[in-house]
């Protein structure tokens, strides 16, 4: 029996795949320890292996064809998620999240991440397929992205933005009591808690809306999160339709790309001044992916009898972000030596 044009049991094990992988890093992490670059090298590493594991899968079970499909989505969402992972970098800064609740937050932003993604591949996989105009805007939209991301890119202006003028900010003080002050890791503290901490620091300005659960920043950072998550999958989504059309495949290699954002969120920051060229080499390959869907569209309107395939799409996302990181490691070697 077909589901979404594979087996029952291949969505099933991939189910199992995620639910085990949550619950592994979420008992491997419950304590509030601060992820160490190793630590946080081996998780990557960790969550790579169990991606291609499932990609092993998929190729024994359904051919070489949806394993690169399944590759090729994969590798192209971990990378799109880097200029993400640095908006979140500087949400934690704002908000003075400390380094040990971070993890916690990312946790529970990856579940929010899971459950949108389903939504907008349900979504966006159903658009897709309603022909070639479609897939045109889809394109156009994935290559005004890369637009907006090259002139951000070239901005010197490095100011951190003010959250406080987000949605999600005023979302969350509309209809919540927010205390003002990071309360261990909870998201959420009780009357009792709040009047035992204003007694201990009575200066803490707090206004009580006397709604029966009170907000701490940690929640407030988490609605930041998740917006600019959703907002990030307007530009992540169509790109990776864009290299297979079969809703599976597209959400796996999302999902299983997100698992280990994490992971690699700890080790972006501890060597984001030496990834100069990465967040270039992901604009490139936002403009690649943009030109692969106007053209396959434009092939199937006008038979063009040229078509880029997903063995070129998986070289290509293979050969620009490898150029992105061997730029940026020659350019951080130059740095240390300039700095001697």
């Not at 998201?187 to 701490?216: C, R, V």
């Amino acid at each position: 029996m077909q589901h979404l044009g594979f087996p029952l049991y291949t969505i099933i094990i991939f189910i199992l795949f995620v639910v085990a992988a949550l619950f592994v890093d979420l008992v491997w992490h419950k304590n509030d320890k601060i992820m160490s670059l190793k630590s946080a090298s081996l998780w990557s590493i960790f969550w790579v292996l169990v991606s291609v594991v499932f990609g092993i899968f998929l190729y024994y079970e359904h051919g070489g064809e949806m394993a690169k499909l399944f590759f090729a989505g994969y590798i192209l969402e971990k990378s799109l998620s880097v200029d993400n992972l640095f908006v979140i970098m500087a949400i934690f800064t704002w908000f003075k999240i400390p380094q040990n609740y971070r993890h916690k937050v990312l946790y529970f932003g990856i579940l929010g991440a899971i459950v949108f993604r389903l939504i907008f591949v349900a979504i966006g996989s159903g658009l897709f397929m309603l022909g070639p105009w479609i897939q045109i805007i889809f394109g156009l939209a994935v290559l005004y992205s890369a637009i907006l991301m090259l002139k951000n890119n070239d901005s010197d202006d490095d100011e951190i933005e003010d959250y406080s003028n987000h949605l999600a900010y005023k979302f969350v003080y509309k209809y919540f009591s927010v205390f003002p002050k990071i309360v261990g890791h909870s998201f959420f503290i009780s009357k009792n808690t709040a009047q035992s901490e204003l007694n201990k620091n009575p200066n803490l300005n707090f206004l009580d809306k006397k709604t029966w659960l009170i907000a701490t920043p940690l929640f407030l950072c988490l609605c930041v999160i998740e917006v600019s998550d959703v907002m990030f999958a307007f530009d992540s989504v169509p790109a990776v339709i864009a290299v297979s059309q079969e809703p599976l495949i597209i959400y796996s290699a999302m999902i299983f790309a997100i698992l280990g954002l994490r992971a690699m969120y700890f080790v972006l920051e501890s060597l984001k001044k030496y990834l100069v060229y990465l967040e270039k080499s992901v604009i490139v390959l936002l403009f690649f992916i943009g030109f692969k869907i106007i053209i396959n569209a434009l092939n199937a309107m006008f038979d063009l009898e040229f078509e880029i395939s997903s063995t070129i799409s998986l070289i290509a996302i293979f050969t620009i972000l490898g150029f992105g990181v061997l730029a940026s490691v020659f350019a951080g070697k130059k740095q240390d030596i300039s700095n001697l």
